[in-house]
């Protein structure tokens, strides 16, 4: 009874990347503890994803699939999941940290009653004991924990693990959804802009802040990361603009925001309170823009222009245009 | 209604976080505590919900350090009936075994609905308040930026990765709150007075062994130096050949 559980999540009949994420340190923690990897998809009309999960790598992939499930909900998801996770000889059972792995490992954790650690950068099992490394303080310390109690649950930060490319063709179980009580279930989603790239999914995040002086002037921003083309960048914002009303709180970055870990990360006006960076700190390379040579920012910038952003970002921007318009 | 608000006591946000000498906690030494940002939005929440029924109760509770009476008696003072402190000297990190400790105390009290801020921002779990709600076998819904309560039943609101995800839901339920929930209230002197008059209760919590354990806690790792590539819009050709070299272009 070592099996390593995947719970995938499924949007649109889409699996997102990050649970691909999460089958990557699966696989890594199913070699360790010696067993097989599961995953668990929950919804209407999974065909598609189940696809996609079978050729991740993974040994098995389950699917509750029925019109029952078409709408999340997490009470009914979580009993679901738990039931076939039990079944499964569930020794661990990671998800993505997202939207939805917040909403649910925690409650799938509580009906397996199992430990379980949230946001971790890092899992291991040695000897038998599951572990991870997770930042708290919003990333100004990181704790490393083990499990005292089985099955260990965790949720992993996105953009941390490289998302599973294993081949292969696992067995599809199908189990149909349960129709029954629902205490909590999406009626709707609603689209809340165009197109715009999630800020923790962002492969880039270009974020300004009070050193733009006026809320309009964040279009600066949003110019540059439109320029590196359509779904690549995610505008951020610190706490100091978002407390002005200048930008809604989904965008702010820090650590009553968002903790962010992209490739690439550009902090424009953006001084670099304590609040800010803990939320910025991981990414793998950081750019700062600011007028102040001695903003804490530069500190923990790879790359620092001293300068004014209204002359550097726009000349930035079009650098930035050319080079992705010619690939 | 009767609703039951989780608080707790944390170091503030603008912190500078020290390791203490055993490699597993902070040293708080110098450290200024205080309520959980997100507590805020949950207690605020909680006190219109009773103004817009003109019925109920509202109940703080936490577990942590008798210091967290002054946390306490804040929210009686902004309006809370009853505060509960449900003592511990350890630092309360662990989810489940929060989350179990909790549900067993919500269980001998009367309770519809459970408030609860998104996370607390010491240990930035973000799993309690889905975890408590599993365990008492309450509706759940994470991280909600609006909530309209409507006889029994709820809509709430709460950000998804480019989206906005409308949950339908009913009572009994455990609701985590998102900043921009509402506007929070300060208390007033006729409060603080009247916080001195309310039911104030205090015993030791009933917390099993952490179902996670810390080996250790540490500081990241600095980040390398970086460098000034240089001054004003000249510098971009050397900020774009960086980029290049790093291949993030």
Known sequence: MSNVIVIAEVRGGKLKRPSLEAVTAALQLATASGGKVHAIACGSGLDAACADLAS?????????????????????????????????????????HT???????????????????????????????????RPVFAGKATMTARAAKAPFCASLRPNNFAAASGGGSAEISKVAAPAGDLLAVVKEIVASGSDRTPLQEAKVVVSGGRGLKEPQHFKLIEDLAAAFGPGVAAVGASR???????????????????????????????????????????????????KDADAPIFKIADFGIVGDAFEVVPALTKAVAEIVQHK | MDIVVCIKRVPATDAAIKIAADGKSIDPAGVQFELNAYDEFAL????????????????????????????????????????????????????????????AWIKTTPCQLVLCGRQAVDSDNNQLPANLAGRLGFACVTEAGKLTLDNGTFTAERDIEGAREVV?????????????????????????????????????AQLGAPAVEIVSLALPPARAAGRIVGEGAAAVPALIAALREAKLL
């Open chain 1, 56 to 96: 991740s790598g993974v040994h098995k992939v389950v699917a509750i699939d029925g019109p029952a499930f078409a709408n999340y909900s997490s009470d009914g998801y979580a009993k679901a999941i738990a039931e076939q996770a039990k079944a499964a000889g569930a020794a661990a059972v990671l998800m993505a």
């Open chain 1, 99 to 133: 939207a939805m792995g917040k909403d649910l490992l925690p409650r799938v954790s509580a009906l397996l009653d199992g430990a379980i650690v949230t946001d971790a950068i890092a899992v291991s099992c040695e000897g038998g004991v599951f572990g991870a490394q």
């Open chain 1, 240 to 290: 100091a603009v978002v407390d002005a009303g200048w930008r809604p709180h989904r965008e702010q970055v820090g650590q009553t925001g968002k903790v962010v870990s992209p490739p690439l990360y550009i902090a424009i006006g953006i001084s670099g309170a304590i609040q800010h960076i803990a939320g910025m700190r991981t990414a793998r390379t950081i750019v700062a823009i600011n």
């Open chain 2, 44 to 103: 605020e929440q909680a006190l219109r919900i009773k103004d817009q029924l003109g019925a109920g109760s509202v109940t703080v509770v936490t577990i942590g350090p008798k210091e967290a009476q002054k946390e306490l008696r804040d929210a009686l003072a902004r309006g809370a009936d009853k505060a509960v402190l449900l003592t511990t000297d350890q630092w309360v990190y662990d989810g489940a075994s929060t989350a179990a400790a909790l549900a």
């Open chain 2, 168 to 204: 339908s839901a009913r009572t009994p339920a455990v609701i985590s709150c998102q900043k921009g929930l509402n506007e929070p209230r300060y208390a007033n002197l006729k409060g603080i007075m009247a916080a001195k008059k309310k039911p104030f209760e205090e015993s030791p």
